[in-house]
């Protein structure tokens, strides 16, 4: 049976990385500053900044995108997330929350008939979620 760490124990792990993260390799170090600066710090800032370099370093992985559309839609600019969100589809079309991600953007943007053709993807792909649910539902 897994033990569960608490949100202050998973904050001091996220510090002691970001304080050890020269020791590890450049994609393992990017996504312990990134991580330490959106979830720990909440610096939004140095998150997209960070993100942009893994991105820009690594362009295959979805991480990056779909973090980088969080931090977008979590500023309201809803232009950028539904950018972001796409591309992080693209690179993962079988990951549930990239449907919800987009969905939600383009119902944000009142963009209603694109998150219903998105939806409708996740159907078709049998994609389940409470996220999901909660914008079918909406």
């Known amino acids: 049976m897994p033990t569960s760490v608490s949100p202050g124990r998973a904050a ?8 050890l993260r020269e020791k590890v ?3 393992e170090r990017l996504s312990i500053e990134a991580f330490y600066y959106l979830f720990v710090t909440g610096d939004l800032e140095k998150a997209t ?11 295959r992985e979805v991480l990056p995108y779909a973090n980088l559309g969080f931090i977008s839609a979590s500023l309201g600019n809803w232009k950028k ?10 690179l993962e079309p079988s990951d549930e ?7 939600g953007a383009y119902v944000s943007l009142n963009r209603l008939d694109e998150a219903a053709a998105v939806y ?8 389940e979620g409470e996220g999901l649910l909660q914008y079918r539902y909406q």
């Open 12 to 19: 001091v792990n996220a510090r002691k990385a970001y304080e």
């Open 25 to 27: 390799s450049e994609r």
């Open 49 to 59: 900044q960070v993100y942009a370099l893994w991105q820009q370093t690594y362009p």
């Open 81 to 90: 997330a539904l950018e972001e969100t796409r591309e992080a589809m693209r």
């Open 97 to 103: 929350i990239n449907y919800v991600n987009l969905v």
């Open 120 to 127: 409708k993807q996740a159907e078709d792909r049998k994609l």
